[in-house]
Every structure is written in C-alpha cells, then in structure tokens.
Nanobody, 125 residues
Framework: QVQLVESGGGLVQAGGSLRLSCAAS????????MGWFRQAPGKEREFVAA????????GYADSVKGRFTISKDNAKNTVFLQMNSLKPEDTAVYYC??????????????????WGQGTQVTVSS
C-alpha cells in the first residue's frame, strides 16, 4: 500500500508560480511511476505530468509544456510539481498518483492505483 499526501496549493494571480508537493509513504514506495493529474469543476480528471521513479524520463500535457516541471527527491520520498506562468485555466484540484512500474511513466487515470486527496489551485485573472 502507498499513501500519498499533496500540499502546496493555494490562490495565485495569473503569471505567478506555485510548487506542489506529494509526500509518499508505504513499504512499496519507489516501485511505481508517479504522476500529477487535475480536475476542474464539471470536467473529467486530466493528465498533467508524469515521471518514472528510477530514471530521467518525464511527460507533460501539451497545455503545460514549458511551464510545469515534475521532479522528485528520492531521499525524502517526495514528488514535486513546479508550476510557472500560471493561467486561470490551470485552476483545478491537483492530484498526485502512483502506479504501474517505476521504469515507465503513464498518462492515463486508469494506469494509476494510488491517489492522494488533492490540493486546490486557484489562479485569478
């Protein structure tokens, strides 16, 4: 079992930055790929970014490429999502997820087994 806890959300003006954190715990930590998803009101949960745990590969949604960066601190069992140049359309609840195998990364909700509770990000215009 893997437990995921997100933090770092909040209210920011357009053009600003936030860094989300996802602290992971559990005896199987380090065996899974990690991802970030988001869900806006009335919309389906969508892929934002993902990375394999034991390598340097990462993928991003077209809407966030060049603005968001996923990274990890293996020693602290934590995954980060650095969000720059935020736009009002980035407003959503952001979720951290773990699943699959650590050598790959995934872009679909169904490929992840464990989810955090989410953290709200609101970008004002």
């Amino acid at each position: 079992q893997v437990q995921l806890v997100e933090s770092g959300g909040g209210l920011v003006q357009a053009g600003g930055s936030l860094r989300l954190s996802c602290a992971a715990s559990g005896r199987t930590f380090g065996r899974y790929a990690m991802g970030w998803f988001r869900q806006a009101p009335g919309k389906e949960r969508e892929f934002v970014a993902a990375a394999n745990w034991n390598g340097g590969s990462a993928g991003y949604a077209d809407s966030v490429k060049g603005r968001f960066t996923i990274s990890k601190d293996n020693a602290k069992n934590t995954v980060f999502l650095q969000m720059n140049s935020l736009k009002p359309e980035d407003t959503a609840v952001y979720y951290c997820a773990a699943g699959g195998i650590a050598s790959l990364y995934y872009q679909h909700v169904s490929q992840y087994d464990y989810w955090g509770q989410g953290t709200q990000v609101t970008v004002s215009s």
